[in-house]
């Protein structure tokens, strides 16, 4: 997507529009969201991209906070590309990144425009890490971990530009998205792979538009998601 000046109060607007259009709703009395200049110490919950929560008041716990619709997740199962992921037998965290990618290159044409313009470029994961910063993991099981995750990246990669070249009427570079960039892959994957949620067993992991803000990155996780996993495998419908 392409990158636009715009100040965090401006970003934060747009984002707070687009969660009430898409009912995405939030206990107004418990939490509030802000741009991270705002955000102070203690009991804030603050997402590195620039957006967080601030709890108003002490929070309960299992209290609900945020009430999410399914409509508005980003899912590969329910996504226009859905029927080529089918065809082409993708699935997984690269069909998810191949998706956010395609509603990216969207622009403001993409019903998730307004989510998606919140997001930061890349997120922070060693595998984004420079040589320098590898060397503190060498010959650690994390160091393993990202050697094996970029072959697998590149090998996903690989899988893309076939694809790219057997649909480039759909797959269009544009508005920032550029299908040849391996960088471009590079940073939104690092999205996916830090923001993701499971869903249910038809949208399986997912952007999850608000949820992410919270920390849950961590084992002292602020927060968990709830969600009726067992549904239609057909068409994602809860059953009864």
Not at 75 to 81: F, I, K, M, N
Request: glycine letters at 8%; charged letters at 20%; one cysteine or more.
């Amino acid at each position: 997507m392409a990158i636009v000046a715009q100040s965090g109060e401006e970003t934060l607007r747009v984002l707070l529009e687009w969660f009430e259009k898409n009912k995405v709703t939030y206990n107004e009395e418990a939490i509030k969201v802000v741009t991270q200049q705002q955000t102070q110490g203690g009991s804030n919950i603050v997402s590195p991209n620039g957006i967080g929560i601030v709890a108003k008041r002490a929070l309960i716990d299992e209290e609900p906070l945020v009430m999410i619709p399914k409509c508005a997740v980003i899912s590969s199962a329910s996504s226009a590309l859905a029927n080529i992921f089918e065809d082409e037998g993708l699935g997984g965290s690269l069909a998810l990144c191949i998706t956010v990618m395609y509603e990216m290159a969207q622009g403001d044409e993409s019903p998730w425009y307004g989510y998606l313009q919140s997001l930061p470029r890349r997120a922070d994961i060693p595998l984004l890490w420079d040589a320098e910063s590898l060397k503190w993991l060498a010959g650690t099981d994390v160091g393993k971990w990202v050697e094996r995750d970029e072959k697998n990246v590149r090998d996903d990669f690989g899988v893309l530009q076939t694809l790219v070249a057997d649909y480039p009427s759909v797959f269009v570079s544009q508005n920032g998205v550029r299908w040849d960039d391996f960088e471009c892959f590079m940073d939104t994957t690092s999205l996916v792979s830090s923001r993701a949620f499971m869903v249910d067993e038809f949208r399986g992991n997912s952007m999850a538009p608000f949820a992410d803000i919270f920390n849950h990155l961590t084992s002292a996780a602020n927060v968990h998601i709830e969600s009726e996993e067992a549904v239609c495998l057909l068409c994602g419908n809860e059953f009864g």
